[in-house]
């Protein structure tokens, strides 16, 4: 067989897988708002994370949803889903699991809640810094070591976190090198009034519409190794790479970002962009990213993992205007 049918072939092979996972898609997105009323761009967020791979934070005031649309997003992709109450005396073993004398007298490995495919960490930044390091082996590594023994997690494997904007006693800003391994911030905001009518109807009578499952852990497996082979244009490629280093203040040639930020996006930032551009377009039925998707997907990508300095507050400058004006480098 000569080189040119064989690569058509193959595009043809994976243009009838992307549109079968399309669907696919399309069915859980249809599943989760069953219970779920608006919130449409959280929604996407949080199938793009799934999709590439990557572990998200969650960001709202109490009582929008947060937890409940991550336990819908668990039962319609089929994970093995546990959830975890932060507060300030949680201990890292609470998370982890701890070894505990047997019976026979020797030490037996107890797993803890971590030992799942979906992890939920409620209210996160209730933890103490020591409890929420105890995540971070287990989000970059997929792995926790317990009495010099290692032990692998399920995969896949995603941590879901929930957190209160609020500043309230008994709180801890999560550190910069945990706020790093979440692939996307995703801001939860006050649904629009149809929504919210959609809501009161649905949640105060006889009976509630329950989300049913779309997807197997297997599946999904398959789906990201499919993100992954997606072909992505070296235009794209570029704009990822003009994008990121905008946003440092160290390599920007922009005014308001050697100004006022602190410190800016790494690379993680765009390995996140390379793959959550893809899942994006996956999720709309597109074969291949735009720098449109980027764009799109970019204040996800980039609000948790930079800062302001204090003189940009003092201006009235929000992290949204300079994330707005990095964008606009590669419109």
Known sequence: MSVQPLAAEIKGDLENRVSALSAKLAAARENVHKVIFGQDEAIGLCLTAILSGGHFLLMGLPGLGKTRLVDTLGTVMGFEHKRVQCTPDLMPADIIGSEILGSDRSF???????????????????????????????????????????????????????QNPLEQEGTYPLPEAQLDRFMLQIDIGYPSATAERQMMLATTGAREDKAAQVFTAEEMLEAQRLIRRLPIGQQVVDGILQLVQAGRPEQSSLAAVKKHVSWGPGPRASQALMLAARAKALLEGRLAPSLDDVVAIAPAVLRHRMALHFSARAEGLALADIIRQICMTIA
């Open 108 to 162: 037996q490995f107890v797993k803890g809640p971590v030992f799942c495919q979906l992890l939920m960490a409620d209210e996160i930044n209730r933890a103490s810094p020591r409890t929420q390091s105890a995540l971070l082996q287990a989000m970059q590594e997929y792995q926790v070591s317990v009495g010099g023994v290692t032990y692998d997690l399920p995969r896949p494997f995603h941590v879901m976190a929930t």
